[in-house]
């Protein structure tokens, strides 16, 4: 079965909430237990480089992920809000492909907001019993740099 856009929009808008809210567990249960995560530069995803800034292959990387973002607090506090746009259903073959656009800010004390990232999710997307989840999620950001540190999820 292939899920509708609002479905899609409805996944999307979780996965940013989880994010905002700082519920990693439940975005780690957004992935299926062999997913991939992939946060890549623009430049690197045009020109075929496989080198990514967060590389997670599989649900235990996930999860060592968000334990060590929740233990391991060696950088600044920050409130980071995630905006997703333009869901696109592209077709279904193995799973669903998908697209959307993010813009990513974040506030740190006694700074003002400003933009961290910008970019495009190309993802692959499956039906389970526990309803739809990211087999492949790859987050790919515009600039060449990221302005302060790429900590949390994008």
């Given amino acids: 079965m292939t899920p509708s856009r609002q479905d899609l929009r409805d996944l999307y808008d979780d996965y940013a909430a989880h994010l905002d809210d700082g519920d990693l567990d439940?975005?780690?249960d957004m992935f299926t237990d062999n997913a991939q995560y992939l946060v890549?530069?623009?430049?690197?995803w045009d020109r075929g480089l496989p080198l990514a800034t967060i590389r997670c292959?599989?649900?235990g990387m996930l999860v060592d992920r968000a334990h060590t973002i929740r233990s391991t607090q060696f950088?600044?506090?920050?409130?980071?809000?995630h905006?997703?746009?333009?869901v696109r259903l592209l077709g279904a073959d193995s799973g669903v492909a998908c697209t959307a656009n993010f813009l990513v800010t974040e506030a740190l004390e006694l700074e003002p907001a400003r933009i961290h990232l910008t970019g495009q999710y190309r993802d692959t997307v499956v039906a389970t019993p526990a309803g739809l989840r990211f087999a492949r999620k790859v987050a790919i950001y515009?600039?060449?740099l990221v302005q302060t540190s790429l900590v949390h999820p994008v």
């Fill in 26 to 28: 439940a975005w780690v």
């Fill in 40 to 44: 890549v530069a623009r430049e690197n």
């Fill in 57 to 59: 292959d599989g649900r």
């Fill in 75 to 81: 950088y600044a506090p920050r409130v980071v809000r």
């Fill in 83 to 86: 905006f997703v746009s333009g």
């Fill in 142 to 144: 515009d600039g060449a």
